[in-house]
């Protein structure tokens, strides 16, 4: 299959899989994650976006990314909205600025909004959200969203900022709305992200979505360390989330499509690139489309 960017460069797609969202600078997987990278790359996972939560791990994130090659996006979760103050918003905007130059700064996010947890403070998520939906769409940025009980919130914003007239788009995460929901996102130039959810039989709605949409609206996720996959909710003891999971989560998409793996492979990190313009740019600086992504992990 190939794929063309936003330059018209033809990219030949072997098989690779991308997680579009994992969260590897989180405490499970400690100070050294170079045997999760290492399985994953085993396991044929070539890339893997690392969002940020909060400024406070703005630098975790992206010092993570540089020495692991892979690649990043900042913004502000909904869930930490109150961890912050709006006077901590310039700081966000000189990390995006500063990353403009950064071939591994792929996006904006974690941002959204999240109305199921208990006690959340919507004026100040909306804030969060308006604010950082701006600063995107003035830079060129795709987001990725957080989209939990809140997704005809999260459309309205979108609507009026213009974000389908403006081509930026981005990715929906861990997507779990309606059909017409799902559709209103693709029209706004977004992609679906589908991960360990979608494995559970009594996933029903989640296993239509992925059944259904159409085929260019897929990408695949594992949100390490979390939304663990059926076998390891199912295991015993607690056992972290992590990208090397993304094939065997594959499967169960290319299961419910009639896929075949390389089909899936392809379709979804075609995808990917779509929806990330400067990961596949990164890949093309790199060449590692052809080849293992992940260098030694060097804390240099």
Sequence with gaps: MTYLDQQGLSLSLPMNW?????????????????QVFAQACAAGVRSVVIPAVEPGNFAAVRDLAHASGQVYALGVHPLYA??????????LRRALLQARDDPQCVAMGEIGLDFFAPGVNRDRQLWWYEQQLRLARELGLPVLLHVRKSQDVLLAGLRKLGWAQAGIGGIAHAFNG??????????QGFKLGFGGAMTFERALNIRRLATHLPDSSLV?????????PEWLARA???QSNTPAELPRIAQTLATLRGWTTQQTASITTANALAALPRLATWFEMRGTLDGDAFPTLSRS
């Design 18 to 34: 991308i997680d579009t969202h994992a969260h590897l600078d989180a405490a499970e997987f400690g100070d050294d994650p170079g």
């Design 82 to 91: 109150d961890r912050v103050e709006e006077a901590d918003f310039p700081r």
């Design 178 to 187: 309606s059909r017409q929901q799902a559709d209103m996102f693709i029209a």
């Design 220 to 228: 695949l996720e594992t949100d390490s360390p979390d939304i663990p």
């Design 236 to 238: 015993e003891g607690r």
